[in-house]
T-cell receptor, first 112, second 114 residues
Framework: GNSVTQMEGPVTLSEEAFLTINCTYT??????LFWYVQYPGEGLQLLLKATKADDKGSNKGFEATYRKETTSFHLEKGSVQVSDSAVYFCALRGQGTDKLIFGTGTRLQVFP | GAGVSQSPSNKVTEKGKDVELRCDPI?????LYWYRQSLGQGLEFLIY????????KSGLPSDRFSAERTGGSVSTLTIQRTQQEDSAVYLC????????????FGPGTRLTVL
């Protein structure tokens, strides 16, 4: 079946550091890929998405590229801020389905 | 309302009791989803509604769990004879329907079974 694997947290960084959170997936066909973010005390929000191979999703300085050859969708940001501290979830929606399948989440902590 | 709302925000119950969790989707959204977020299992899909029909119930963990949606709007997730392993945050999401549309999540209901 379809599944998502993302790196364990927490990831602890200083402000302005470079961020990478790894995400790989297993799926048949052509899934759509997503990153969701959950800020402290808030609900899940869509951060970015990509619906086909080689697409790059980007938002708020974050970006991720849909790599079919490596079945990956790694999240990156060039310079993190304290306000980026949150839990980040990688997710996929299988081709022909509506439900989202999530990774376990990665907690990011950014210190000034 | 502006977003997906869920009630109650917190629910504490005793083992063996029944609970009902409510979701009010964004007005006009035809698709509605229930997910569960727990320490042991992460974020997992429970059930999906398109209108009042549930074409995918594959994530419901046991027959103690059921859900309904009426009028293409409000949905209720019912857990009968609650067990301690049911303790989790239950999330509802809605979308315009169709595979390309973003799912908007509510704040969740935190269920604690004592």
């Amino acid at each position: 079946g379809n599944s998502v694997t993302q790196m364990e947290g927490p990831v602890t960084l200083s402000e302005e550091a470079f961020l990478t959170i790894n995400c790989t997936y297993t799926a048949t066909g052509y899934p759509s890929l997503f990153w969701y973010v959950q800020y402290p005390g808030e609900g899940l929000q869509l951060l970015l998405k990509a619906t086909k191979a080689d697409d790059k999703g980007s938002n708020k300085g974050f970006e991720a590229t849909y790599r079919k050859e490596t079945t990956s969708f790694h999240l990156e940001k060039g310079s993190v801020q304290v306000s980026d501290s949150a839990v980040y979830f990688c997710a996929l929606r299988g081709q022909g389905t509506d439900k989202l399948i999530f990774g376990t989440g990665t907690r990011l902590q950014v210190f000034p | 309302g502006a977003g997906v709302s869920q009630s109650p925000s917190n629910k504490v119950t005793e083992k063996g009791k029944d609970v009902e969790l409510r979701c009010d989707p964004i007005s006009g959204h035809t698709a509605l989803y229930w997910y569960r977020q727990s320490l042991g299992q992460g974020l997992e899909f429970l059930i999906y509604f398109q209108g009042n029909s549930a074409p995918d119930k594959s994530g419901l963990p046991s027959d103690r769990f059921s859900a309904e949606r009426t009028g293409g709007s409000v949905s209720t997730l019912t857990i009968q004879r609650t067990q301690q392993e049911d303790s989790a945050v239950y999330l509802c999401a809605s979308s315009w329907g169709g595979q390309g549309n973003e799912q908007f999540f509510g704040p969740g209901t935190r269920l604690t079974v004592l």
